[in-house]
């Protein structure tokens, strides 16, 4: 593992992110090897994986029912996430779309104490609004309303600064005004983004159903033990790479990568890559067959 990780770390670009997956029993030896390797600096986080909830019932002591999903940058200060969700639950949110992506409309006060009037002056002032709600600016004008950001609770302050504002508004449609009993209210647009946890115990991640289930539903039968969920491995890559990334994987087991990389392509029309490296006899009969029928299904 020592020459794998040594030799990939010198193919990565400055700005590349890595994920490895490990169970607990070589966990401690696999963080000291990469923290030897890409330096403990650039150690982003180890993310516990809830795979296995039901765990092991021949347990003798603790039963397993966790992974442990390392993240080393190259060099953390050109490392970046994206701004993307993938909690099922937040990406429910985000019911709108147009040509940056998924959104939602936001209220454009943040009605917060420390977003108060007093804390924050520079993001108080006054935006104006035709009478049929179509027009939203900065400029005053005749039988336009004035709104400032106050609430029953206070003043408090817009959410950017006025020339934040101004940049904004050239986006036709990214600024709404609504009447809301008889008050009118400035929402913004809210590109899809999250928080990401580090801690993975969302069902998506079980390996049983996501992994080994659906594995035997490609191939027809068991034929690689404790495949990793596909969501596990696609919303890692979704975090950190582009739509015309390439991405490596120098233990590529089942092949799980390059079905994401695909699934993530067909997704958000991304021009993605993978680049798989195996040297087990398990190539031929599990990796090889199920990237081929991954590639020629349906979408």
């Known amino acids: 593992m020592q020459d794998r990780i040594h030799l990939g770390l010198k193919l990565g670009m400055s700005s590349s992110v890595q994920f490895t997956a490990i169970d607990h029993a070589e966990l401690f030896n696999l963080g000291k090897l990469q923290d030897a390797i890409f330096k403990e600096e650039n150690r982003i986080a180890i993310i516990p994986i809830q795979h296995n909830p039901k765990g092991r019932n021949q347990a003798v002591f603790f039963s397993e029912n966790c992974e442990y999903m390392f993240c080393y940058a190259k060099d953390i200060s050109n490392a970046k996430f994206n701004q993307v969700a993938i909690d099922d639950d937040v990406l429910e949110t985000f019911t709108e779309q147009d040509e940056k992506g998924k959104f939602r409309f936001e209220n454009f006060i943040r009605a917060r104490t420390s977003w108060s009037r007093k804390n924050k002056p520079n993001n108080w002032y006054p935006i ?16 336009f309303t004035e709104l400032y950001p106050r609430t029953d609770s206070g003043d408090f302050a817009w959410k950017v600064i006025p020339e934040s504002f101004i940049e904004h508004n050239k986006n036709n449609g990214y600024f709404q005004a609504r009447n809301e009993n008889g008050k009118i209210a400035i929402y913004h647009k809210y590109y899809e983004q999250q928080v990401f946890k580090n801690f993975w115990s969302q069902k998506k991640y079980q390996s049983e159903f996501n992994g080994t289930n659906l594995l035997k539903g490609i191939l027809g039968q068991a034929l690689f033990s404790f495949p990793k969920s596909i969501f596990a491995v696609s ?25 994401a990389v695909i699934n993530l392509n067909r997704e958000d029309g991304g021009n993605r890559k993978y680049i798989l490296v195996e040297q087990g006899g398990y190539f031929d009969t599990v990796l090889k067959p199920r990237v081929q029928k991954v590639i020629y299904a349906e979408n």
């Open 128 to 143: 104006y609004v035709s009478q049929d709600l179509k027009e939203i600016s900065l400029e005053w004008k005749l039988g």
């Open 235 to 259: 919303d890692s890559i979704k975090i950190v790479s582009s739509k015309y990334d390439i991405i490596l994987d120098y233990f590529a087991g089942s092949g799980t990568t390059a079905h």
